[in-house]
């Protein structure tokens, strides 16, 4: 029975030893040492000493940082309206694109849409 489900399985030719490990891999570190290599960056026991070396940023640099982090999506949404508002006025309305950004032209569109 167990011969039929590794055959099945595609684990006919493989050692009792390789077979172990498959079914239950050994954590990072002890398969380094199975293979006789040393990859110390890698661990992560000993990168946590490395990140106490690290510099810290300055905090003006840090408070700038964290700001663009927080508003790249609200940049990004008024990019895409102004892209949009100036695409479809110029490409769509057939209109000049200075007129884009008058703010009579918006009020005499809403004006339009809104009119009794």
Not at 36 to 43: A, I, L, N
Not at 48 to 56: I, L, Q
Request: proline share 5%; with cysteine; aromatic share 6%.
């Amino acid at each position: 029975m167990d011969a039929k489900k590794e055959t099945a399985a595609g684990l006919d030719g493989v050692t009792q030893m390789e077979r172990s490990s498959l079914i239950n891999p050994a954590p990072a570190g002890e398969r380094q040492r199975q293979n006789g290599t040393m990859q110390s960056e890698r661990d992560p026991e000993t990168a946590k000493g490395k990140t106490s070396a690290r510099k810290k940023r300055h905090p003006a640099l840090r408070a700038l940082l964290w700001t663009l982090r927080k508003s790249i999506v609200p940049i990004l949404c008024i990019a895409a309206i102004l892209g949009g508002m100036y695409m479809g006025y110029t490409i769509i309305g057939k209109r000049p694109g200075d007129e884009v950004f008058d703010i009579a032209t918006w009020k005499h569109m809403y004006d339009l849409v809104f009119a009794d």
